[in-house]
């Protein structure tokens, strides 16, 4: 039960939505590291919401405050905490709120888990806003993992249905992640760009919302990381990634696809090119055994869509002991899987350091 | 890099396909469990190959011997290990064995990791029969979940573009789960079983394998268990699912079929029956915010086609480093979804014993 | 190489004396406990410096502010961060600074270890001021303990050779513990409190310091708990207590004492008191193989001679790669002892919390 | 509660008494280590009972089998499982043996503990039998460690209040260490060991039995290892020691001894020695700010007198709740301290094997 994740580097991410700040300690990282500001920001700026039709129009400072583990812009070696202060607490008593759980929130479960002390305004510890001090932790992993021509990228696979084309998992171009994994709205196809921001608005339109899929690649993992069973590579993002709220499912290379393939065409062929070996397909995503195999590593997430839908919806009334109807107020992303790409980013990158 | 996995119930996994033997520690188990023999072997029968013709035709004894760890049948507190001896060793040299890696296998990326060192007759530690002591780990950890009223149990879902039903998330019969996790080719309707096998036997004669997937559900679990981000229950039964060999993906509740609902359909509204909040639907697969909310559990795992296939493959000879052909020699499953069922149940009931 | 301890509590510190704040994440703790504030400020009082001979005249305000995980004074669950700003930062460029490490300091090992990264104004990340967030994650799960019954108060056993009583092992009194646990200089005998302080004002005006030893004791432990080998509760205290700078040596019970015994006098004989089973010596310090028996756990942590002193000492120029004379500028604590035992009786909370 | 230990290496140590057999998972070994049987086997010995008044006269094959992780002799990189078989398991009904519990035995905690169904025969899990897999996987991991130039060897450091001689910690020969690590009862100054095997044999005759310490060092070790806090290297030792079933204390450098010294003292001053950093003297025992200074890392422990006695003691009766008398049964050794000397360089072995 526990916001602490890693073991060479390990997070641990604090904060409540309404709290008087969130953050996140790094411990384990190198020192002598220079921590290149604007390319940091770059990450937090995507996942920060606005500017975009997709996501919310609230304000948000997400820039977080250093308070250890950097002295001048470098590294010291001791652990990083980083802190983003509030600017939008608690106002009032919100324990009245607890009587009617949202549909597709924590609200009930943190509830009985918590035995109803948990913070629940603003979803507390389980708000969307913890990914800020993760996509933070992130930035600074893929920088510390470029220097060793270690690359991260991921696009918008798929919003309501409209799909983006998928990576060519064999030859995945340097420039083509760096581009992704700057921009707001990374797609490998800009063409459907303006589909999906329709299926978006739509949706929000019906006071509704929408899910989707992120695809994920890193390239220039060498051959030999990981190891058999519990120590693969697999398990290692995968349990990084599902701490990502909403996210629901992941697969590597083909992933559910292999289910309906003969071994003939789900295993990857080996062959040299330059002297080095490579396979001629990457059905597997780049593990093998759990072992990275030096082909690009490549999976892909779901992610529910937005809880929060302003549509009446059935609920209970805690309280009462009844059913109820609830419409949640405020402005929520009707799609949260732009944003998303940059948290699940950032996850993987913290769970790179720890090959 | 590890065999090992767990907090509160550690297991510890050894052996190698033609070593000495190979077995498991598992440490944490309560004191005073009576251990159902009987019960037992029924799960490690189901993992067993023979009887079946999806299964390979070797004999096989998977009759574990308990080291340590219980008394007179009862489990006295202390790490539990059990060792089942290889009867079918090594015999000559294989060193020669590693010149040509075997498409979609660990023996490349395992090469590559330990340097030549690792043990490849047979797969050594990647070897399928690892599974073995999981199966029987898994068989320990599931019958004192039982005792709690918590049962776990899967059926085949898929082989070869061939479905089963899937489960009703909503209403998981207790009988249905005793039945699926007592047989060796476990449906939900058994009407499709013909179908698949013939699919496999197909396979098996173009010298080809298939792969499937295995839907799975856990009964009887209270709301509140598990916690935020890294402590989801997503997370926690992820991470040792992808420590069995062959998966590659998992998806919690409708999983990647989320991408294409929109939030007033993916939400699950909960309402009062016979005074317990429960949900209408099961969208979220019974975890919401990473915590249990009562419903039932439930996931999918996809297993890729087994990847020893007679077929002629492409490879390369890492001797004279130049590409080659290989053939894998042998009689290999042709199909192991059917058995792959127990040992994912198994690893759920491991991972369930960590909440 | 981690500033992150515990299982089911974990705690993570942060910070460097000079940067910008340092401070702690506690996970895993509780939801629904109502803190005492006032209580909580004994503890961090007692280990701040000031309003005392024995320690430095410097002013320093050690109140943290907590930035998430209680709401309204009560533990919501989730991770509780708290961070002291640092009003003292660093000024200037003290890289020339690093050219002489001091003598008994982590300078030149943390030197090696960061390549020269580290931030070594004022100690960085190995100053005392980090057993500041130590005492205050402590204080609050004494305070959780002490509603299980669970008391634990030490007292400075030893200071220059000048020695307090012991505690009577069999029979410690709740009131004492409750007394030594509020007060700044803590005896059992407070007859030899004027020679402590003589012994320490004398090192001062030598410009030199003075080490000792701290007892403590835990009352109100159940039998039962910790297990054997690598469980025990000998290890679990002394991976906590060994995490506070200064401490070379912990022994429990009669501890090397024991070493001159014969087992007919070492062993504890046990008898039933008031129909529960008691030892009448307890010379195992309440731990046999590794568990409580319910007896008071005991143990003694032997501190350093603060290694700051003004006197001049021998040591290198890191620089020109020469022998250098050194004599450490600043006011520093001739003796840390008695700001030593709040922060041993911390990290013995942190660590039973883990039981 | 876990026998299992390690974060880089893991042990994970398992089996009881009297039951089928005892062993260890070593998980995490580099593969491609050639294995000196020969060497393993002289630990082995060193540990094992008997040739030797000081130890007990049953005889014990303490030849343990390897069931994977080694192949032709070297490791391969996956899990090493060694086993080593009881020969001299239960008969008949031990459950009546339960009433009167061993003073200065786990049996009391670990019948509270285990609710009364641990094996209580020869002491279960937590005999001293428990130590022989210790030592094995210690033989290994000092192998490994000796290739890169770390060598540790210890010596008696005291037996019933006789002394050999201590380390010298700035100068501490590789042939001393040699010379220690292989002898079975290890001494310093061999002129020491008639006195103290006279006073072992008084014990004996007196049915009792005497205590003493260990001296352990450890050459070798480069600076830099280690960490702040919770990632020291005493902190990390101390937890592998306590491991070690009748240590109760340890203390590094000077330990205690800090106590009664003043900083001008304690602190070790730097100078240059053949262009190598140095200290002139050793009082931190190798170790400053928890990271290793490239000096002899020195530790000792304090051993208890072997708790089984043959002397009457009183105890109580569980069953009739009331008070009783016992002597112990069986040959017990009247000092396990030469024993001890090879468990704690093995612990220490498996320790530096985490850094």
């Known amino acids: 039960m526990s916001s602490t994740w890693g073991e060479k580097v390990k997070i641990s991410v604090f904060g409540e939505s309404h709290g008087n700040g969130i953050g996140v300690v790094i411990d384990g990282l190198p020192s002598g590291f220079k921590i290149d500001r604007e390319r940091l920001l770059v990450q937090v700026g995507r996942r920060a919401p606005g500017g975009d039709l997709t996501s919310t129009p609230r304000k948000e400072s997400d820039l977080p405050k250093i308070m250890s583990g950097v002295l001048n812009g470098v590294t010291t070696g001791a652990p990083l905490c980083a802190v983003i202060k509030n600017t939008n607490t608690r106002s009032g008593d919100y324990a009245n709120l607890m009587t009617c759980p949202r549909p597709g929130h924590s609200d009930y479960t943190a509830f009985v888990k918590y035995n109803g002390f948990n913070d629940i305004s603003g979803g507390g510890h389980f708000s969307g806003r913890l990914t800020a001090p993760l996509v933070f932790a992130g930035g600074i992993c893929r920088q510390i993992l470029e220097e060793k021509g270690i690359k991260i990228g991921g696009h918008i696979s798929e919003i309501a249905g409209i799909r983006d084309k998928s990576f060519d998992p064999v030859n995945i171009d340097s420039q083509l992640i760096d ?20 299926a978006v608005e739509e949706a929000r339109l019906d006071l509704d919302s929408v899910g989707g899929i992120v695809e994920c690649a890193v390239i220039g993992l060498p051959a030999g990381l990981g190891g058999p069973m519990f120590g693969g590579v697999e398990g290692l993002i995968a349990s990084a990634i599902f701490g990502v709220p909403a996210v629901k499912g992941i697969e590597f290379g083909k992933g559910f696809g292999l289910a309906q393939m003969r071994g003939s065409q789900s295993n990857d062929p080996f062959e040299y090119s330059d002297g080095r070996v490579v396979t001629k397909t990457n059905n597997c995503g780049g593990i093998l055994g759990g072992i990275t195999n030096a082909m690009p590593v490549v999976f892909r997430a779901c992610i529910k869509p937005t809880p929060s839908i302003a549509k009446e919806q059935d609920t209970v009334d805690l309280q009462k002991k009844c059913n109820a109807k609830l419409s949640v107020q405020g402005r929520h992303d009707p799609c949260i899987v732009p944003r998303a790409v940059s948290v699940i980013e950032a996850c993987t990158a913290v769970a790179l350091m720890n090959l």
Chains 1, 2, 3, 4 share one sequence.
């Open 179 to 198: 581009r992704l994994s700057s921009e707001k709205f990374p797609l490998i196809d800009k063409s459907v760009e303006e589909k999906m921001r329709n």
